[in-house]
């Protein structure tokens, strides 16, 4: 809830500089006081979630989000990995640069970079997956028909698909036991 301050405040940018879905979309940003854990930085999980709004930004810039919506898709992330390097401060400006890296055939995959002074300080790596509001899932196929985003020669990289496969959870019509080895 503490975030939805920020989306308004992303969402009312959507009519900023028009993007290509395949350039670099640059979010910048400031820590907030309600980002801070309890050793006054920034928490980890909040990159996560600030993170959304720099794809958020990224599609709505680049005209994806609507020609999706009135497709009547919908994205969500399915597998999520980040790496830390050093700690945003209270009241730090940074910017989150969204890149997308790749497709397969159900996902995409999406680099997005926290920086502060041109210097990294974290990465995180996503696969998005695309829902369709009648339910199912789309494929990437389908979304490159409704939105026009030509993903030909846009493979994803072998890491990342290794990646991918190694964390994934069994579908949700699988079953999926809690048990502990």
Aim: aromatic content about 10%; proline content about 3%; charged content about 25%.
């Amino acid at each position: 809830m503490h975030l939805i301050f920020r989306t308004f405040l992303v969402w009312l940018r959507r009519n900023g500089r028009r993007l290509d879905h395949h350039e670099v979309g640059r979010l910048s940003m400031r820590v907030w006081p309600t980002d801070l854990d309890v050793l006054g930085h920034m928490n980890n999980g909040v990159y996560l979630s600030i993170m959304d709004h720099g794809r958020m930004d990224l599609m709505q810039r680049s005209g994806v989000w609507s020609r999706m919506a009135k497709s009547g898709f919908y994205p969500v992330m399915a597998n999520e990995t980040i790496s830390f390097r050093k700690s945003l401060q209270p009241w730090q400006r940074f910017t989150i640069e969204t890149r997308i890296i790749g497709y397969d055939e159900k996902a995409v995959y999406t680099e997005q970079r926290a920086v502060a002074d041109g210097e990294i300080y974290a990465v995180a790596v996503m696969r998005g997956r695309f829902l369709k509001r009648s339910g199912g899932t789309a494929t990437i196929a389908e979304i490159s028909a409704a939105t026009g985003i030509d993903t030909a020669g846009r493979s994803v990289p072998a890491w990342v698909t290794r990646w991918a496969s190694d964390v994934a959870l069994p579908g949700t019509r699988e079953a999926a036991p809690s048990t502990w080895d």
